[in-house]
């Protein structure tokens, strides 16, 4: 599913950049693209990247 239209980034790609170390929207963004075109998938990365934070933190 994609997660930014504007640049066709799917949400396994924003998986894999947060499991390089892009943790916020902006080095998501500096990695593909994705909450530089129209904003709109800002929200979506942010639920991402609390969902995966919340899972790391309980994992631990």
Partial sequence: MF???CRA???AEVHQHFDDGA????????RCGAGEGCGT????????????TSTATTAA
Avoid: F, Q
């Fill in 41 to 52: 998938c800002i929200e979506r990365l942010c639920e991402i990247i609390t969902e995966r």
């Fill in 3 to 5: 997660v930014c239209i």
């Fill in 23 to 30: 943790e916020t929207p902006d080095a998501i963004g500096e």
């Fill in 9 to 11: 980034v799917t949400e």
